[in-house]
T-cell receptor, first 116, second 112 residues
Framework: AQSVSQHNHHVILSEAASLELGCNYS??????LFWYVQYPGQHLQLLLK??????LVKGIKGFEAEFIKSKFSFNLRKPSVQWSDTAEYFC??????????????FGKGTHLIIQP | IAGITQAPTSQILAAGRRMTLRCTQD?????MYWYRQDLGLGLRLIHY???????GKGEVPDGYSVSRANTDDFPLTLASAVPSQTSVYFC???????????FGPGTRLTVL
């Protein structure tokens, strides 16, 4: 079965700092990869996703992520964070050949706090 | 407004009681899911349904049951609630294009 590891449980940054959140997955085959964000008191929203093609994908609100197949990684980046980026971030993976819709496997999340 | 609705928003329940969490989507998505979110554990899949009439077990199915009588509704039932089922429960749906999941607003359940 696939699994997802997020390296940092808590990250604290100042506004305008650069952000990189680590995500590694374990699965032997082709995968679809996702980053979700959960703002305080809200439900999860899709930030970006990778299915195939260009390994550098751009999402909403200035976020991007790079898929490095050799490292089984899908790190999330943002050049300059804002206070409004304070949220919980989840990396998720789905085997590409899963066939049935058996859901995504999520990492445990990274709690990001941006200090004004 | 298209999306997923969940009810109730929150609930406090005595241990041993039966509880059904409701989930309805109006996007005509084939697949639906129930996840629980716990601090430090992220989201874990409880049950899923590929299409109306079929269901499957996820990572943590014990103590929960689901049904999928039609495309829109996917209720989650706790037959006899226990304190370890205190959690935030999210319903989600997707089509089969693999574009990811759409999540509902969640139900915060406390079992005493």
């Amino acid at each position: 079965a696939q699994s997802v590891s997020q390296h940092n449980h808590h990250v604290i940054l100042s506004e305008a700092a650069s952000l990189e959140l680590g995500c590694n997955y374990s699965y032997g085959g082709t995968v679809n990869l996702f980053w979700y964000v959960q703002y305080p008191g809200q439900h999860l929203q899709l930030l970006l996703k990778y299915f195939s093609g260009d390994p550098l994908v751009k999402g909403i609100k200035g976020f991007e992520a790079e898929f490095i197949k050799s490292k089984f990684s899908f790190n999330l980046r943002k050049p300059s964070v804002q206070w409004s980026d304070t949220a919980e971030y989840f990396c998720a993976v789905k085997p590409h050949s899963g066939g049935g819709a058996d859901g995504l496997t999520f990492g445990k999340g990274t709690h990001l706090i941006i200090q004004p | 407004i298209a999306g997923i609705t969940q009810a109730p928003t929150s609930q406090i329940l005595a241990a041993g009681r039966r509880m059904t969490l409701r989930c309805t989507q109006d996007m005509r998505h084939n697949a639906m899911y129930w996840y629980r979110q716990d601090l430090g554990l992220g989201l874990r899949l409880i049950h899923y349904s590929n299409t109306a009439g079929t269901t499957g077990k996820g990572e943590v199915p014990d103590g929960y049951s689901v049904s999928r009588a039609n495309t829109d509704d996917f209720p989650l039932t706790l037959a006899s609630a226990v304190p370890s089922q205190t959690s935030v429960y999210f319903c989600a749906s997707s089509d089969h294009s693999g574009t990811g999941l759409y999540f509902g607003p969640g139900t915060r359940l406390t079992v005493l």
